[in-house]
Every structure is written in C-alpha cells, then in structure tokens.
C-alpha cells in the first residue's frame, strides 16, 4: 500500500491496523469463518454447536484494536446503501473489491481510502 494511503488510516485513528504483519491463512479458510459470524448475535457459530463469543474486549485482546469509541455506521441497511451509492456498485463486493482499491495505483480520495 502506497505511503500516502498508510497516512490516511493514520490520519483518521487507525495506525494500529497498519501493524498487522500480513499471514498466510488460505482466503478459502478466511471466507468460511467469515460466513459463521453472526452479526446480530456477536458469535462465530460452528455446525450450531460450537459457539465463539466475540466482543469488544476479546478483539481488543486478540487483536490488540482499541475497545472504546462510537459505533461507526449502527444501521446495516445503512451502511449497506452508503457503500453502494459511494462506490457507485449495485451490489456488496467481497472484501477484495476493497483491498484491490487500496493497492491498486488508482487516485482516491481520503475519505475513499479510509472508508
């Protein structure tokens, strides 16, 4: 990621996530423990058997990401139609869509890169 991107996250408050050394989970992996968080309950279900709890604290633990602050977009739906109206798409992309933007030479703003 180009040095002026990595001043951006750093700009809005997000220099912590700039740390993270880049690992090898296969994205197959990723994608699959993705589709078993439940968003409304805060867990990551397995089989409906094997229950992780995810909160605050336990990312804050984990990841070492802060745990205080304001809830960034509280409305899903909201959210959802505030990404799609920005980026001009009719649809969510998958996670990649976005880290392609972010490597890739193409000029954003700073609200596009941080968003």
């Given at each position: 990621?180009?040095?002026?991107?990595?001043?951006?996250?750093?700009?809005?408050?997000?220099?912590?996530?700039?740390?993270?050394?880049k690992?090898?989970?296969?994205?197959?992996?990723?994608?699959?423990?993705?589709?078993?968080?439940?968003?409304?309950s805060?867990?990551?279900?397995?089989?409906?058997?094997?229950?992780?709890?995810?909160?605050?604290?336990?990312?804050?633990?984990?990841?070492g990401?802060?745990?205080?602050?304001?809830?960034?977009?509280?409305?899903?739906?909201?959210g959802?139609?505030?990404?799609m109206?920005?980026?001009?798409?009719?649809?969510?992309p998958?996670?990649?869509?976005?880290?392609?933007?972010?490597t890739?030479e193409?000029?954003?703003?700073?609200?596009?890169?941080?968003?």
């Amino acid at each position: 990621m180009a040095i002026g991107r990595k001043d951006v996250i750093s700009k809005y408050g997000f220099e912590h996530l700039l740390k993270f050394e880049k690992t090898e989970f296969p994205s197959h992996f990723t994608r699959w423990i993705v589709g078993c968080v439940d968003t409304i309950s805060s867990q990551i279900i397995i089989d409906d058997q094997k229950i992780i709890s995810l909160s605050k604290e336990s990312v804050h633990l984990v990841l070492g990401l802060p745990n205080s602050g304001v809830v960034a977009m509280p409305n899903k739906e909201r959210g959802r139609s505030f990404i799609m109206s920005r980026f001009n798409l009719s649809e969510i992309p998958n996670v990649t869509f976005f880290g392609n933007m972010l490597t890739s030479e193409e000029d954003l703003s700073d609200e596009n890169t941080f968003i």
